[in-house]
Structure formats: structure tokens, C-alpha cells
């Protein structure tokens, strides 16, 4: 099949988040499917490009016609297409800055969902499928259904739009329709319009033949009140086009028998070199002591904010390093969290490591050296941690919500079997009930060593995943 997806980032073009991880990775998975994928994204300050332009489009957005330079660059069978438009896109960042989103968004990704269509236009070729992703590419669908409609080479395509995160919604004022080329037609209940505004993502949860999102619980937790961010209702009525695909995880870059980042690569059967990274780790943290070596370590990789789970966390911050483990952790996000750890670390020097930051380095190592992974979010559509932390070994301990109720199975405590740890009600008495039972888990060497190799021997690989977007869209699998 040919598939035209369009995207606001991709790895290693561009990235804030998950979404360019995705749009990075499934393009692959699927080429070597054998599918043919163009993927249009566009170009961003700082997008590493060789090169001059390789052509050029005539954009029109509303009442205005933008001119666009076009990059094509062809890479593991994938075509990727970078559209230019420096008003649009040389700014500092993606989305927005000093705390807030550009003014002009709407504008922005109106573009890009127009540019996207000109460009396959322009190429005269038939697609199978056009696959949009968030809010940010909400209008391809729209536009497919009012102004491509009857082109030969799209009109009949397949359309599937991916929700990553509901609580992004690409919310503008009305007044935005006529200045992208809607009509205010658009501005109704069973269209764009939104609780007074419109919304992109609405555009694209309407005129999509398909929606998926990236776990099988996040797809039925969406239609309910408490994690329908206000779309619970359609997603309701659209129950039947709803379906969760579970994201994959890049198996060239995770790779815990050839990872070069940690102290010594290992794999299921050489389990043991795993004790290597966990001393350089403790060593990186200054947790040095002899007894901190025989404790089991707890790690943490995270943007630093409530829906991470910090809120439950900080409530427990008093009891966390009274119990018989060390915890390390890596991230920046609200600086109430930022402070507490410092604190906490500063106060529990051989039980508590903080680096406010990012290392990749490091992430690596703490998903290879730690022996549990804390992850006690309150929403997660997906998460990808804890699938790397099973990859190498280290035990996940998460809520069971989300992409981490689908890929994390709770250790049963009367047969053993599990590849990890999970607890349901979002309180500081349930996470410190399942850190608990983790902790004496631990003590049981055998049965923890069974649930690391059950844990390892898992597929969280891009192609099973892909197979699934295969099936959707209408295809075969081999």
C-alpha cells in the first residue's frame, strides 16, 4: 500500500515529545512491509537538512497563497518531505514559547495540513491511506472531505487519525475558520466547533474513517468522563472506529545487548553484567556506600509534573527513604518537584540521587542498572519507559492505566508470573502498598529473576505494532 502521513514532528528532524518517536519509527516498521510511505513534516529551525531545496509549492490558506520550499529526503525506504516556511516555522521552538502557544497556530498548521495535500496533489500518484496525528494535522481529514474529494490520487484514500494525547486539542476562536479557508459551515456540533471555539482535533476525530490511539485501555478510557478531556461523548458514538494500537519501542536504539551506553552490554542470558551499570550508576549519583549496593534501586526518568505522578510522590517523600531502597532520578519539569527532590536528596544523601536535566547517556543507564522502574502516572496514553525498562531487565512499577496497564502484567503473588508491579487507585497508600510488595519481591532472587526474563522476552517491537496499522488500513500481513 501507499501511505501519505503527515505529522508536526519527527525524529530526527524535529522532537518535543513521543509523537516524533511514533512518527519516526512506524514509517520504518512499515517499509519494511513492504509499504511505500511519504511522511510531510514541516521544517523547523534547526532541522538538520544537507542540502538545497529539492522543489517548491504554491500553499493557499484562506485568502492568502504562502509560497513553500520542499525538501524530500529518502532514508530506510521512507520519504521524508520538510515543507519551508520561515514566517511559520524559524522560530525558537515547535509549539510556543514563555509559556504559551504562538498566536498564530491556527495558521500555522492550517498550512501544513494544506501543504501536505498540495504536495501528494502535485505528485499525481494514488494513496491507499492518509494518516494524521494529533491536533496539529486535525484539518487533512477536513480538507481531504471538502477540497480534495473528488482528486483522483486522494479522494478515495483511507483516512485514520491518531490521538497520542487527548488533553491537546488545538482550541482557537472561531474567527480563525474564514482566515484558513473554512467556511463557517465548519462551526457546528457534528464539525469543528467546540464549546464556543473550534477545534483541530475535533476536525480530525469528525472526518476520519478510523481513529486510533496508542494503547488498548487509553482507547476505552477516552470514552469515559474522567479521561474524555470533553470528547467523551463522540468518542462514544464513534465507539465502534475506536481502536488502541500499542506504540512500539525503537529495537536499534534500545538494545541491551549492544548498547553502548551503559557499563556492559547483556542480554537475557548474561543477566548478571547488569550488576555493571547499577554500580557506575550509584557511582554517578555519589551512592557509594557499601549498603546502597545491596539495596535494590529504584529509578525514575521523567518530566517532573502531575500527570507523571510527582503529586503522589511528594506525599510519600517523608516514608520513601525509610524504606530499604535507594532511588535515583532524572528530569526537569515543575519546579515545586525540582526543589522537593534537591531537598530530598540533599537531607538522604546515601539513599536519594536527583539530576535535574536530561542525559540520554544516562537514561540509557538508568533503565539498564536500576532494578525497578517508578512510573505511578495519572493518565498515560501510552508511555514508553516502561517498555524499556522491561527491555533491560529492570521491573516497571506503574499505575495500571493506559498504554502501562496494556504492556506491564502485575505480578501475581501465588504463581510468580508477572513482569512487573502494578496498583489502581491513584492514592500514596496504594503506590507505597505496591512499592512495598516490590521491595520484598525483591528479596525472593529466583522469582525476580523469572519475572526480568518474562519481562525481556516480550515484543514491544515497532513491527508487531505496525502489522496492526497494516490490518486498519485494509492490507495483509505476512
Known amino acids: 500500500m501507499r501511505v501519505l502521513m503527515v505529522a508536526s514532528e519527527v525524529t530526527p528532524y524535529s522532537k518535543t515529545g513521543g509523537l516524533a518517536d511514533v512518527t519516526g519509527a512506524l514509517p520504518r516498521a512499515l517499509a519494511r512491509l513492504g509499504h511505500e510511505v511519504d511522511v510531510v513534516v514541516p521544517a523547523y529551525r534547526g532541522t538538520p537538512v544537507d542540502g538545497p531545496p529539492t522543489g517548491s509549492l504554491r500553499v493557499p490558506v484562506g485568502p492568502e497563497v504562502h509560497d513553500a520550499a520542499v525538501t524530500e529526503v529518502v532514508t530506510s525506504g521512507v ?110 456540533p457534528d464539525a469543528l466547533e467546540f464549546w464556543g471555539k473550534v477545534s483541530y482535533l475535533k476536525g480530525g476525530l469528525m472526518f476520519s474513517r478510523h481513529i486510533t490511539t496508542v494503547s488498548k485501555r487509553y482507547a476505552t478510557e477516552i470514552q469515559t468522563p474522567e479521561f474524555g478531556c470533553g470528547f467523551d461523548g463522540l ?110 536528596a540533599a537531607a538522604h544523601p546515601t539513599r536519594v540521587g536527583v539530576r535535574i536535566g536530561f542525559d540520554e547517556g544516562l537514561a540509557h543507564r538508568i533503565e539498564g542498572g536500576a532494578d525497578l522502574f517508578l512510573m505511578p502516572s495519572r493518565f498515560e496514553p501510552c508511555g514508553l519507559s516502561q517498555m524499556y525498562s522491561s527491555r533491560y531487565g529492570t521491573l516497571p512499577l506503574v499505575r495500571a492505566v493506559g498504554g502501562l496497564a496494556d504492556t506491564v502484567d502485575d505480578m501475581d503473588p501465588s504463581t510468580g508470573r508477572g513482569t512487573g508491579f502494578t496498583f489502581d487507585a491513584y492514592t500514596p497508600d496504594a503506590l507505597l502498598t505496591s512499592l512495598r510488595l516490590a521491595l520484598d519481591t525483591y528479596k525472593n532472587k529466583d522469582l525476580w529473576r523469572r519475572m526480568q526474563v518474562a519481562g525481556m522476552e516480550r515484543d514491544f517491537s515497532w513491527d508487531a505494532s505496525a502489522r496492526e496499522y497494516v490490518r486498519l488500513y485494509g492490507g495483509a500481513t505476512a
Open 79 to 188: 520519504r521524508v518531505v520538510l515543507l519551508h516556511h520561515p514566517g511559520f516555522f524559524d522560530r525558537p521552538f515547535l509549539y510556543g514559547e514563555a509559556g504559551g502557544d504562538y498566536p498564530d497556530n491556527a495558521q500555522r498548521f492550517a498550512f501544513l495540513a494544506r501543504g501536505a495535500l498540495e504536495w501528494a496533489s502535485a505528485r499525481g500518484e494514488r494513496y491507499d491511506v492518509v494518516h494524521t496525528h494529533d491536533w496539529q494535522t486535525g484539518l487533512v481529514p477536513v480538507l481531504l472531505r471538502h477540497a480534495f474529494e473528488s482528486h483522483r490520487g486522494l479522494g478515495q484514500a483511507t483516512t485514520v487519525h491518531t490521538i497520542h494525547n487527548l488533553a491537546y486539542q488545538g482550541i482557537f476562536d472561531a474567527s480563525w475558520l474564514p482566515r484558513v479557508g473554512l467556511g463557517w459551515g465548519m462551526f457546528r
Open 235 to 344: 468518542l462514544k458514538t464513534r465507539a465502534a472506529d475506536v481502536r488502541g494500537i500499542v506504540n512500539g519501542i525503537d529495537y536499534d536504539e534500545w538494545d541491551p545487548s549492544r548498547d553502548a551506553m551503559l557499563a556492559e552490554p547483556f542480554d537475557v542470558t548474561t543477566l548478571d553484567r547488569k550488576q555493571k551499570t547499577k554500580l557506575r550508576l550509584l557511582e554517578e549519583f555519589g551512592l557509594t556506600s557499601k549498603e546502597a549496593v545491596g539495596r535494590p534501586l529504584v529509578g525514575l526518568v521523567s518530566r517532573m509534573v502531575d500527570q507523571k505522578g510527582f503529586d503522589l510522590i511528594e506525599e510519600l517523600s517523608d516514608a520513601l527513604p525509610k524504606l530499604e531502597a535507594s532511588f535515583i532520578l532524572l528530569g526537569t519539569g515543575d519546579r515545586r518537584y525540582e526543589e522537593r527532590w534537591t531537598s530530598l
